[in-house]
């Protein structure tokens, strides 16, 4: 359904700069959040694997007669390798914290660009006061920002 404008024009949300610009931001946080989700996923595979494989290999290493070991690894092999799936552990953390990190301060700065063109909040009264003069045309980009005080 078509709206008309109060000069007798059509309004079309394609031809609109702020719905487009509003569409972009929700488009990019979608996106966002989309990768934080796989990076989160691929994550806790990963820890579980992981975890799998040092119980295992502790198991084995405490009680070398439950296991057909067989010479296959020597004694010394094992605390080695213990140590090395717990660095591969910590890496992969800090590698997806990172991720993380990064993907949250590209959403902090696209919702300060959308409510407030680029420029720092003068206070936390004139951010709000930003924010709902924006959100008086439009729903909030966000629910994650969102907090009691807002309203």
């Not at 359904?1 to 024009?9: C, F, R």
């Not at 719905?19 to 691929?42: A, F, G």
């Not at 084995?60 to 213990?82: E, F, M």
């Amino acid at each position: 359904m078509q709206e008309t404008l109060p000069n007798g024009s059509l309004w079309d949300e394609f031809h609109d700069p702020e719905v487009v610009n509003w569409k972009r931001c929700r488009s990019v946080i979608e996106h966002e959040n989309n990768l934080v989700n796989h990076r989160l996923s691929w994550l806790f595979a990963s820890q579980g694997f992981l975890y799998g494989a040092y119980g295992v290999l502790l198991n084995i290493w405490k009680n070398p007669s439950d296991a057909s070991n067989d010479g296959q690894l020597p004694q010394l092999s094992y605390p080695a390798l213990l140590v090395t799936i717990a660095l591969v552990g910590m890496l992969a953390c800090l590698a997806v914290h990172n991720s993380i990190t990064e993907a949250q301060k590209n959403m902090d700065e696209l919702e300060r660009w959308w409510y407030n063109k680029g420029c720092k909040y003068e206070s936390d009264d004139h951010r709000l006061k930003t924010r709902k003069a924006r959100d008086t045309n439009h729903p909030p980009q966000q629910a994650l920002h969102l907090s009691m005080k807002d309203t």
